[in-house]
């Protein structure tokens, strides 16, 4: 079956430019290019504010020396708000974070210490 020539034309096109802008391009730290897509997240104003300690793994959380149940549906957002799995956490961190009905943690925002002073100061 022949290749369509509009096909070829659109791959070398995009050959021709990830060579010619991947040489002129500036090394990206790992988490500078997802800044770009981030914009300044808004974060719910019923939410609490903690220091969390790395998840053990057995359904509990520990934030600001309390043990929390956490929620089946538990989602962590790091602090480009991109979702993360919880065992990738490793080292405590300040949380933002919300219940659910039932009262277990149901969202936790990772935040960087900058959000972190604000939201203290309200």
Request: aromatic content about 6%; proline content about 8%.
């Amino acid at each position: 079956m022949p290749i369509p020539a509009s096909l070829v034309a659109s791959v070398v096109s995009a050959v021709i430019e990830t060579a010619v802008s991947s040489s002129t391009a500036v090394p990206i730290k790992q988490y500078d290019q997802y800044e770009i897509y981030v914009t300044k997240r808004i974060l719910p104003p019923e939410a609490k504010v903690g220091y969390m300690l790395p998840p053990p793994g057995d359904g509990t959380i520990v934030i600001s020396g309390q043990n929390l149940k956490a929620s089946p549906t538990i989602q962590f957002r790091n602090q480009q708000n991109l979702i993360v799995m919880s065992m990738s956490l490793q080292k405590p961190s300040d949380v933002v974070y919300i219940n659910d009905t039932y009262g277990a943690v149901h969202r936790v925002w990772l935040v960087t210490k900058a959000e972190a002073d604000s939201l203290k100061k309200k």
